[in-house]
Structures are given as C-alpha cells and as structure tokens.
C-alpha cells in the first residue's frame, strides 16, 4: 500500500538526501493504516512539485513526543547536537499537546526508495 503524505522543504530534502531515516507523525487514524513495508509517497511542500517514496522498516509508538525523543537518536531524525527543548518546540509549531495526548505519537524509521 502506499501512503500520501507531505513534508515541508527542510525536512523533505532532508529525507531525500538519506539524513532523515525517522519521520515523526502522531499516530492518529491515517498512520495507524501504515503497515511494516508499505511505501510513503512525500509530497514536498508548499509547490507540491517533488516527488520521493520511502519503504516503512519500523513503527515504534510512543505516548509522547518526549518518550520519542529520549528512545531515538536525534541524528536519526537528521537534528543532530540539538537540545531536547529545541526538538519539543519544532515537534509542538506542527502538533498540538491536545491531538498528542489523544492520538500518542509514531516514529516511521524509513529508506528512500530510487526505483519508484
């Protein structure tokens, strides 16, 4: 199954370029769909003019971002040398404390995918 989803250009090229091996979503509805080796198709965003496919390897749910956060290597989520707070602080610009507490967290550990 493939999966839809968009990424901000930072982070898309990010992912592209192999840096960025852990996506961080909350784990609501949508995701709860992804299954161990399903393909994401990342729209890179706003121009929605780039396309890259990525193949699920892990799901690893959390409660929290935090909970995320202290599990996974911040080089894995291509932020290496920052601080917890700096992670918290991006993570809660996209999501709330309101949508995390009811839907918990999901890290998609990821490899781009170049024959798609």
């Not at 839809?4 to 992912?15: A, D, H, Q, R």
């Not at 393909?39 to 965003?45: P, S």
């Not at 995320?68 to 707070?85: H, K, L, S």
Request: charged share 35%.
């Amino acid at each position: 199954m493939i999966h839809k989803m968009g990424l901000f250009e930072e982070y898309y090229t990010s992912v592209k370029e192999g840096k960025k091996i852990v996506e961080v979503r909350l784990n609501d509805e949508k995701r709860r769909r992804i299954k161990l080796g399903d393909k994401i198709k990342f729209i890179k965003l706003p121009e929605e003019n780039e396309i890259i496919y990525v193949e699920v390897l892990e799901l690893i749910k959390y409660d929290t971002f935090k909970a995320m956060y202290e599990d996974i290597p911040f080089q894995q989520f291509d932020c290496e040398g920052w601080r917890m707070e700096d992670m918290l602080k991006g993570t809660y610009q996209i999501y709330t404390s309101e949508q995390e507490n009811k839907w918990g967290t999901l890290a998609i550990k990821m490899k781009v995918l170049n024959d798609c």
